[in-house]
T-cell receptor, first 114, second 114 residues
């Protein structure tokens, strides 16, 4: 198993550009989520999905879109990047998404918006 | 909503000494409290967790205690080793309709000095 994989590892964008952060898992997990990590603020939930075709907003969803067409993939889209979106982004997955399920995190994508 | 505080933000200990990190949470409905270790350039990794019906849990050199009345929980690492150096995050979670609803603390950077 590769676990949770994320691409790219690092990206530089100009303000207003769009891009998609990729996330994939090969553990047949139903639940997937995206977090952003900023210095001194821990991880904050952006969007999550409990299965193919179902997504919902987390704590900080503005400026981000997601879709879940397959169980394996959960891409995060930035439609018009802003400097405030400079952060490290982590994708995570677990079996059911219940509070007792272990979340497995990907290695992260470091995004810099100029 | 839930708010999780974590102290200290940085902690330095001598190899072999113990380290304690404390977290407080605000939502009494939270019922799951995981701890994550994040090494440089990697995603967070679950190291131990505790449910709301348990007061203490141990796993070799790591232990977590929970005080539901006071709404705080702590991570204890005994006989610290240089490889314990990392950033540690606590989180408080509960079931929200469907999907997880974790709120993370801001993190503690632990340095174990040889």
């Amino acid at each position: 198993n590769a676990g949770v994989t994320q691409t790219p590892k690092f990206q530089v964008l100009k303000t207003g550009q769009s891009m998609t952060l990729q996330c994939a898992q090969d553990m047949n997990h139903e639940y997937m989520s995206w977090y952003r990590q900023d210095p001194g603020m821990g991880l904050r939930l952006i969007h999550y999905s409990v299965g193919a075709g179902i997504t919902d907003q987390g704590e900080v969803p503005n400026g981000y879109n997601v879709s879940r067409s397959t169980t394996e993939d959960f891409p995060l889209r930035l439609l018009s990047a802003a400097p405030s979106q400079t952060s490290v982004y982590f994708c995570a997955s677990s079996f059911s998404g219940g509070p007792k399920e272990t979340q497995y995190f990907g290695p992260g994508t470091r995004l810099l918006v100029l | 909503g839930e708010n999780v505080e974590q102290h200290p933000s940085t902690l330095s200990v001598q190899e072999g000494d113990s380290a304690v990190i404390k977290c407080t949470y605000s939502d009494s409905a939270s019922n799951y409290f995981p701890w994550y270790k994040q090494e440089l350039g990697k995603g967070p990794q679950l190291i131990i967790d505790i449910r709301s019906n348990v007061g203490e849990k141990k796993d070799q050199r790591i232990a977590v205690t929970l005080n539901k009345t006071a709404k705080h929980f702590s991570l204890h690492i005994t006989e610290t080793q240089p490889e314990d150096s990392a950033v540690y995050f606590c989180a408080a979670g509960k079931w929200k309709n469907y999907g997880q609803n974790f709120v993370f603390g801001p993190g503690t950077r632990l340095s174990v000095l040889p």
